[in-house]
């Protein structure tokens, strides 16, 4: 390797997109760290990850709707009703649990199609859209549930709260499964076709339309894909808290999808950011809350940080995209 | 006129927008090889006549030929796939997106074998050689094509989107003022690239307000004036006045004059 492509590799691993939202990992890992002895262990880890595996699922949809230019405010409340669904169906009206299970799912990739259907069939802004899901979905889960908690779930519906060992520190497969959903993106969105459409698409819808990309049908793949994320997040849920609950997911969820995204270095405006940095935005989250709850932080200002970290994140974006627009 | 068979050609194409008459019988010829310029006032129809031989709007009455052969554009996609390219003049690029993704832009290319069939993955090496092989047949020195286009310089990215109208193009590229966001440097820059389409064997079909650029590029020059041409004229036949003359009507009498005038002197 020559000196050129030596300063040609240096160059390129300090302007990665991810290289930034690392950084930002690492510095608020060193600051737990030093905080509370209680931090920087593998035990809290495995608990981290555990944390962050719902809402690093739910953001895995998010950053779809987002490279396309658009928000989803409904991700928390969608994957609710799928969970309630999936849980109801199964331990009260005595489906079996598999089709019990797959309607949970099938109900928000139905909100999926929903979204992606009135974005460009309708041509309504995505916002107002999601806005609109969100409170139709919060409705549902809890006209639905009527407000009752199911518990004695099957065995298929928990699975994925199920753990293994490696040295001493427990894992669920949940964690597996988020890593391989995020595995699975990646290889979508930077090895097809379909994944330079979405770029395209969010990055300049008219041009990537004149060059003959059927921009619709890339914009209903992105929701229709979006809500299946939202229904695997249910299926998550269920089997980190073994029960189906109407509360669940609906406080944090949302605004935490988005911030994960937002600080995984994805622009709001469309076209720009990567899978990978989504999951370091998520385990930011993730460790953010783990560790304020270790210093003994209350909860209420667990949100008021939150708040800040996202608006902060996207004044950067702002920024940054005022410099290069 | 001694011409082989025009490539693209129009007779009385009509376009009606309620009261208002946008193509009024208008005529088009375009021969193999050459740039045709399209000059014209604001409103006069030039617009309407390159959306029509692009695609992206039917006339309500007249005949396309292309080839010879009569076709029927329903939109800007069957027009590419009969192989007319349009350059549009607001950069029609995806900035974030490098150069080699824009030139293949909705045309990718995927790996053979089952990992191109089955798991659909892209062939990025085989489409960045072939984009860096074309830049290089028109002249762009970009020395990497995995660079973001929004890294580029204006006339830069203008020349991304005509090296990919040249790359995909079978039969003629339709340039829609392509200068016209840049500045003079850049412009200088486009202008050589088009000559360089044009040596290569496609014509051009440029649409432009600069004159002194007309008359640099231009083979011939199609004026129109109220939904018609009025006249087609070179920059050997007439002066930049002349043709303003006649594209604004202050010469109305020149329409017979100027057509017999070219006529002689082909």
């Known amino acids: 390797m020559g000196p050129t492509r030596t300063l040609e590799l240096a160059r390129r691993v300090i302007t990665a997109p991810t290289v930034g939202p690392f950084i930002a990992l690492v510095v608020t890992m060193a600051f737990f760290s030093l905080k509370t002895d209680r931090f920087f262990q593998a035990q809290n880890f495995s608990l981290v990850l555990q944390q962050v595996m719902i809402v690093g699922v739910l953001a895995i949809g998010q950053t779809l709707v987002i ?14 009703l799928g969970q309630v669904i999936m849980t109801k169906l199964a331990v009260a009206n005595g489906v079996p649990a598999l089709p019990a299970l797959l309607l949970g799912i099938l109900t928000c990739v139905g909100f999926g199609v929903l979204h992606g259907g009135l974005v460009t069939g309708v041509r309504l802004p ?11 979905a919060f409705a549902l889960t809890h006209i639905i549930s009527n407000d009752l908690t199911f518990t004695g779930l099957p065995k298929l519906e928990v699975f994925w709260g199920r753990t293994f060992t490696i040295s001493g520190t427990d894992f669920t497969y949940g964690v597996v499964l988020m890593l391989v959903l995020y595995a699975l993106t990646w290889y979508g969105l930077n090895q097809t076709a379909w994944g330079r459409h979405v770029y395209a698409t969010g990055d300049n819808r008219e ?5 003959g990309i059927n921009t619709r049908r890339v914009l209903l793949s992105v929701y229709t894909l979006a809500g299946l994320t939202y229904g695997i997040a249910a299926w998550l849920l269920v089997g980190r808290t073994e029960v189906g609950d109407p509360n669940a997911g609906q406080t944090t969820e949302n605004l935490d999808s988005i911030t994960a995204v937002v600080l995984g270095g994805t622009s709001l405006f469309g076209g720009r950011g990567t899978i990978i940095g989504t999951l370091i935005g998520a385990l930011i989250v993730g460790v953010f809350r783990n560790g304020l709850t270790l210093i003994g932080v209350q909860v209420i200002y667990q949100y008021l940080v939150t708040g800040i970290l996202v608006i902060l994140a996207v ?10 627009g | 006129m001694s011409s082989p068979t025009p490539i693209l050609e129009a007779s009385g194409l009509v376009k009606k927008y309620g009261q208002v008459v946008a193509l009024n019988g208008a005529d088009f010829e375009l021969y193999p090889g050459e740039i045709l310029a399209i000059i014209g006032d604001n409103g006069a129809g030039k617009s309407t006549l390159i959306k029509a031989l692009s695609g992206a709007l039917q006339p309500d009455e007249g005949e396309i030929k292309l080839g010879g052969e009569r076709i029927n554009f329903h939109s800007p996609r069957d027009a590419r796939r009969a ?10 690029v995806a900035p974030a997106l490098d150069i080699a993704a824009n030139v293949f832009l909705g045309r990718e290319t995927r790996r053979g074998g089952p990992f191109g069939f089955l798991l659909r993955l892209l062939d990025k090496r085989g489409m960045r050689r072939e984009a860096a092989r074309h830049f290089e047949e028109l002249g762009i020195g970009i020395q990497s094509m995995d660079e973001p286009v929004e890294n580029l310089s204006g006339g830069q990215r203008q020349g991304v989107a005509v090296a990919r109208a ?9 340039m829609d003022e392509p200068t016209a966001a840049l500045g003079v440097k850049e412009t200088g820059q486009v202008i050589e690239l088009i000559k360089r389409v044009r040596e290569r064997g496609l014509p051009v079909i440029l649409i432009s307000h600069d004159m002194p650029h007309v008359f640099e590029l231009a083979d011939r020059i199609h004026i129109m004036r109220l939904g018609r041409r009025v006249a087609v004229v070179t920059p050997k ?8 003359a006649i594209m604004t009507g202050a010469t109305p009498s020149q329409l017979d004059n100027a057509l017999t005038k070219e006529g002689s002197a082909e």
């Not at chain 2, 040249?166 to 339709?174: M, S, Y």
């Open chain 1, 67 to 80: 490279l396309t230019a658009g928000i989803d405010l409904s991700v928390g409340t969608v994957m609710a």
């Open chain 1, 126 to 136: 995505p916002f107002i859209v999601t806005l609109g899901t969100l409170n139709i």
């Open chain 2, 83 to 92: 192989g007319i390219e349009t350059v549009y003049q607001d950069l029609a």
């Open chain 1, 207 to 211: 041009a990537a339309r004149l060059t």
């Open chain 2, 237 to 244: 036949t007439h002066t930049m006045p002349e043709a303003v």
């Open chain 2, 166 to 174: 040249a790359t995909w193009a079978q039969r003629l590229v339709i």
């Open chain 1, 315 to 324: 004044s950067i974006d702002q920024l940054t995209h005022r410099r290069a």
